[in-house]
């Protein structure tokens, strides 16, 4: 018979007594996996319709060229707050170009316009919550003569059954972070919970993982 530690034993009796105190279902609460932070959704989500917006925004269908910048891959899951995986989850992604630059006729960057860069994706994840895209390293961009915005990514997921959910997602290792109006608002958790991970590169693409964890739609 394989002999449990008694420190096991000991651990084992005190989640059995927190269960039994509160309950499985508010233990499952108790356990519940912190939603993804919301953000604004800011001024330039695409207004103008466009054929190719596929998972690979650094390649435009009927171009020759690719987006220029640093070639990056973000992967990830959605999951609910209990860990269970979401699929067929809708993600709408829209950013900056690698020159801090948006395809969008009302941003005032004087920055020029990268016209291979397809910018906006809209994709699904897989049965077990999975989501991969292809893009560049957004460019930082000026907002106000002392605000400079950090690379970032934004995010809509929708899923019925499911609150939907605006955010961003930002990259580690950059000084903007710290300097940024809208992350410095975040608690530390939060700041953590938005930021990707660099977890290897293949030859001259990064990648990166980012999760999200959606909150159920209460009745």
């Known amino acids: 018979m394989k002999k449990i530690s008694?420190?096991?034993v000991i651990g084992l009796g005190m989640l059995g007594s927190f269960a039994?105190?509160?309950?499985?279902?508010?233990?499952?609460?108790?356990?519940?996996?912190?939603p993804t932070p919301e953000e604004t959704e800011g001024p330039f989500y695409p207004v103008k319709n466009q054929?190719?917006?596929?998972?690979?925004?650094?390649?435009?269908n009927g171009y020759?060229?690719?987006?220029?910048g640093q070639h990056i891959v973000v992967?990830?899951?959605?999951?609910?707050?209990?860990g269970n995986a979401v699929e067929n989850t809708l993600l709408d992604i829209w950013?900056?170009?690698?020159?801090?630059?948006?395809r969008h006729p009302r941003d005032s960057n004087k920055a020029k316009l990268d016209q291979n860069f397809q910018g906006w994706a809209v994709i699904q994840t897989d049965d077990k919550g999975s989501f991969r895209f292809k893009t560049v390293m957004p460019g930082a961009y000026p907002v106000s003569g002392t605000w400079i915005r950090p690379p970032h990514i934004h995010l809509k997921i929708f899923k019925p059954g499911y609150l939907p959910l605006t955010t961003q997602?930002?990259?580690?290792?950059?000084e903007l972070n710290k300097k940024d109006l809208l992350l410095s608002r975040k608690s530390i958790i939060e700041q953590s919970a938005m930021m990707a991970r660099k977890i290897g590169q293949q030859g001259n693409l990064i990648i990166y993982e980012y999760n999200v964890v959606l909150d159920l739609l209460r009745k």
């Not at 020759?64 to 220029?68: M, R, Y």
């Not at 950013?95 to 948006?102: E, L, S, V």
């Open 75 to 82: 992967g990830g899951h959605v999951t609910d707050i209990y």
């Open 51 to 60: 054929k190719d917006k596929d998972e690979d925004l650094t390649q435009i």
């Open 64 to 68: 020759l060229g690719g987006a220029s």
């Open 20 to 34: 039994s105190v509160l309950g499985s279902s508010s233990l499952a609460k108790a356990l519940a996996l912190m």
């Open 6 to 8: 008694r420190r096991k």
């Open 95 to 102: 950013q900056a170009d690698a020159n801090g630059r948006y």
């Open 169 to 174: 997602m930002y990259f580690p290792d950059q």
